[in-house]
């Protein structure tokens, strides 16, 4: 399973990259904040289940089973540790300008929560997690399977849509007030409408179809899909949207 090593390098590695990317706007706080989250912070879990190993097990098994889950963790300890990461934050800088906002704590950490199962999913339990399990048996292993027309027609068709609809959306003049759905979001808006068509299909072609028909050649995009968007795309958003924008400054929220 992944240690402290595997998923340290992979937070500050994303934080890195967001921070030369945004020049700075994502700041070494943010990409400490997201990596530390993405290390300890679902494993928070496995300390209550050794604190309560000798008093109450089932308890302790409970709470390591709620919280060592990206939605449980969110819930159980988001808000907390987004008020922990901003009073360290501000303890550190000294009353600095540049600090991280409750908001900016908050996405932080749920996308290092997230994060955290990017890798533990695929290497934890030699590689036989549930998860790990389902998203293979969404492919086509049985056998080589047929070329279906609907199959290309249809698989091509929302391929193409993709590309063609992020391109035509990024040679759009954006509005220089910068509203909400402009630029990056309409892409990512776009994105999320054809990968849901396309694991529509890939759902009835996997649980609905009678007999089972293979939805992309042997492929498990439906499992794929459904990881990439939960596990990858879905914290490097939350990540994004925490960037700190010159012009409006790093405005603290009211929440302590």
Partial sequence: MPGPGSHLAYGLGVGATFMHASDGNFSHLHALVFAMNGWLGPDIGSFFEWTLQGHSPKLGSFIMNFIHHPVGYAMA????MAMFYKRFCNVLLAGAKKSLSFSQSAMLVTAGGFSHFALDIPFEEDGATNQQRWILST???SEKPAM???TVTIVGGLSLAMVVGFYRISRTPTDK???VMEGPIKNHLWLAIISGLYIL?????VYMATPRVPAVGEEADLGVLYYVWI??????????????KKETGN???SMV
């Avoid at 300890?77 to 907390?80: A, C, D, E, K, T």
């Avoid at 299909?201 to 072609?205: G, L, S, V």
Wanted: negative net charge.
């Fill in 148 to 150: 279906d027309p609907t």
């Fill in 201 to 205: 299909w890939c759902f009835y072609c």
């Fill in 231 to 244: 596990y990858i795309l879905l914290p490097l958003g939350l990540c994004s949207l925490s960037i700190s």
């Fill in 139 to 141: 492919g086509w292993w």
């Fill in 177 to 179: 007030n910068g509203g």
């Fill in 251 to 253: 405005r603290e929220d």
């Fill in 77 to 80: 300890l988001g808000v907390p």
